[in-house]
């Protein structure tokens, strides 16, 4: 399936630019979005150890900073045997922007080598949806507007004194 190829091919050429000279354990991962767009990240690790950040916290990042809101597969690859299943934060990062049934590949580099479903390596998770007291996130509602932006800061409640950008006055803007 040529989408996850080209996942692959994102995630494993991130991998390569990974910083990782501490744990010296590279890897890289790549998102891919219902419009078809594949963003790639790999680790950047820091000597003060707490401040390095994972591939996937990367690829989101990237997204994000697109304008895009959604997931709709990820691909993680490492070295060795072991499989490299995203860490527990990461599992959570996803979560924000993916539904239960969005896949996750693992791969070495050979290749991808299985496949887990996101509530399969975050079962019972917690969610925007739980903020907002409706569905929210793709695969969980059929609104529209959840596919953009889950956590819409309007629908927050803030103190009278605080002003959040919107998209409007952001002047974001939308593919
Ligand atoms: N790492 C990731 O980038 N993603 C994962 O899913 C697992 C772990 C990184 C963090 C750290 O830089 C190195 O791998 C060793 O833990």
Do not use: W
């Amino acid at each position: 399936m040529a989408a996850i190829d080209d996942l692959f091919a994102a995630a494993a050429a991130a991998q390569a630019n990974a910083y990782a000279p501490y744990s010296r354990f590279k890897v890289g991962a790549a998102v891919l979005t219902p419009s078809g767009r594949i963003f790639p990240g790999c680790n950047v690790e820091n000597a003060a150890y707490p401040q390095g950040s994972c591939a996937e916290a990367g690829a989101i990042a990237a997204m994000a900073l697109a304008g895009e809101r959604a997931i709709a597969a990820v691909m993680v690859v490492g070295d060795g045997d072991a499989l490299v299943t995203p860490c527990g934060g990461c599992r959570q990062r996803i979560r924000e922007f993916a539904g239960p049934g969005t896949p996750i590949h693992v791969a070495g580099p050979e290749g991808p080598r299985r496949s887990f479903t996101l509530d399969e390596l975050l079962p019972a998770s917690f969610g925007p949806d739980h903020l907002h007291h409706r569905p929210l996130g793709p695969g969980r509602s059929d609104d529209a507007r959840d596919q953009q932006l889950p956590c819409q800061p309007s629908d927050r409640a803030l103190p009278p004194d605080r002003t959040v950008a919107t998209e409007a006055t952001a002047g974001a803007a939308r593919p």
